[in-house]
């Protein structure tokens, strides 16, 4: 992934107002990135800790979602996979909700998956983070969990754009 700067970062929402992007908590160690072991960038703010982003590409142009965790997680101890890097653990995975981007998420209109709760994904793929828990042996290659990965990021970046 490329470097991002935050004028960057802050202009590639598409499901908030540029107020909201303006006043969003950015990651403290934006600076300290190793933006080639990522695919997208995804964090949550530390002072809202519903509250999480995700900045990808879609058709070519970096998009960034504001995304909303449940307040409370049923089944919080069962075995679960993040819908993004097919990670598959117990605890760590969430439903994290994002409005639909433009009149569609004014109204309400929104669309979630299950994700690594910390937005990680990448380092997971990689084999730089381990999720604590004995999972299932992923048989392929590191260029294919990537591609996958990337896929599942579009994907889903997509279905916020989406009108309803």
């Known amino acids: 992934m490329e470097h991002l700067d935050e004028t960057t970062i802050r202009s590639s929402f598409v499901n908030c107002s540029k107020g909201e992007a303006k006043r969003m908590n950015l990651p403290r160690d934006l600076g300290a990135v190793r933006w080639d072991d990522l695919d997208y960038l995804g964090w949550r703010d530390p002072q809202a800790p ?25 089944g919080a101890g069962r075995r679960s996979m993040c819908n993004l890097c097919l990670t598959a653990r117990t605890g760590g995975v969430s439903l994290l909700v994002a409005p639909r981007a433009g009149r569609s998420g004014q109204k309400g209109d929104s669309v979630g998956t299950y994700v690594c709760e910390d937005l990680q994904c990448s380092l997971y793929v990689r084999g730089r983070l381990s999720t604590g828990s004995v999972g299932m042996h992923e048989t392929l290659p590191l260029e294919e969990r990537i591609a996958r990965l990337v896929d599942n990021v579009e994907v889903f970046i997509g279905r916020v754009l989406r009108a309803a």
Do not use: F, M, N, Q
């Open 50 to 74: 519903l509250r999480g982003y995700l900045v990808g590409r879609h058709e070519g142009e970096w998009r960034g979602i504001v995304l909303r965790a449940p307040e409370s997680v049923a």
